[in-house]
């Protein structure tokens, strides 16, 4: 009873580190897992230019500015800086 009731309560990989890029985002399982519990269509980070990547620097740039503490947007290795770094933001 108790093996079935951890898998209930076992996250998505998106969630743990096991689905998390070290360099900030997710990984190709990490994304997976996300488009599969949510019905959604998660794409690869687009640091090279476009209208995605100038929408999420926009989004998170604010983010960044508005629900963070002071420590975590100064931190360079809090996820949201790693993923404005991933992204070339």
Known sequence: MSDNIR???KTGAWTRKE???PEGGLNEKGREAYNREHGANLKRPQPEGGKRRDSFCARM???KRKLTSKKTANDP???INKSLRAWKC
């Open 7 to 9: 898998k209930l309560r």
């Open 19 to 21: 689905g998390q890029n």
């Open 61 to 63: 740039k604010g983010m």
């Open 77 to 79: 290795d809090s996820r």
